[in-house]
T-cell receptor, first 117, second 115 residues
């Protein structure tokens, strides 16, 4: 079974600054997918970024980027130029590779990010 | 990405009753999923619902408690049966994007409170 660990329950960042959220996972799989989801107070789960384990290049989506360290089983999210609208709970999630019939997303406990004006 | 709606958005129910949650997608999707998010917690997969077959339940979830229907490629329902206060949660449906990219998109969720 896969486990996903987010060790930071809460993070606070000043507007326009940068914040990095940590995520580690445990798996015996070699190919898999990693995700970061954002859940603002509206509770809508929003896909922020996706990384394929067999790609060495770190994924980037505008102000959001990841640092994927496969050997260390680490998948951190960096939010640059933080905006008030980034205030949300952020979940790291794991999914097995496309050749698996298992589409289950395994989520970490989440990190609450508060952006201060 | 698919646009997903859920009904109701929230409800307050008495223990012992049942509630059926609807999930509607604006495009045909093969795979739909139901997750539960207990207060202050992360999301846990309840079951996978594919059209034309019975839902596949995760460990700890049973069909008698959470019956699921999937009558077509754009719609699914989850029923929470014989509710107790421990069932108070947000229930979310999601769909897989069908492009082989393993992206899942979520509905807005249904906040259920059982008194």
């Amino acid at each position: 079974a896969q486990t996903v660990t987010q060790s930071q329950p809460e993070m606070s960042v000043q507007e326009a600054e940068t914040v990095t959220l940590s995520c580690t996972y445990d798996t015996s799989e070699n190919n898999y997918y990693l995700f970061w989801y954002k859940q603002p107070p509206s509770r809508q789960m929003i896909l922020v970024i996706r990384q394929e384990a067999y790609k060495q290049q770190n994924a980037t989506e505008n102000r959001f980027s990841v640092n994927f360290q496969k050997a260390a089983k680490s998948f951190s999210l960096k939010i640059s130029d933080s905006q008030l609208g980034d205030t949300a709970m952020y979940f790291c999630a794991f999914m097995k590779h496309v050749h698996s019939n298992d589409y289950k997303l395994s989520f970490g406990a989440g990190t609450t990010v508060t952006v201060r004006a | 990405s698919a646009v997903i709606s859920q009904k109701p958005s929230r409800d307050i129910c008495q223990r012992g009753t049942s509630l059926t949650i609807q999930c509607q997608v604006d495009s045909q999707v093969t795979m739909m999923f139901w997750y539960r998010q207990q207060p202050g917690q992360s999301l846990t997969l309840i079951a996978t619902a594919n059209q034309g077959s019975e839902a596949t339940y995760e460990s700890g979830f049973v069909i008698d408690k959470f019956p699921i229907s999937r009558p077509n490629l754009t719609f699914s329902t989850l029923t929470v049966s014989n509710m107790s206060p421990e069932d108070s949660s947000i229930y979310l449906c999601s769909v897989e994007d069908g492009q082989g990219a393993r992206r899942q998109y979520f509905g807005p969720g249904t906040r259920l409170t059982v008194t």
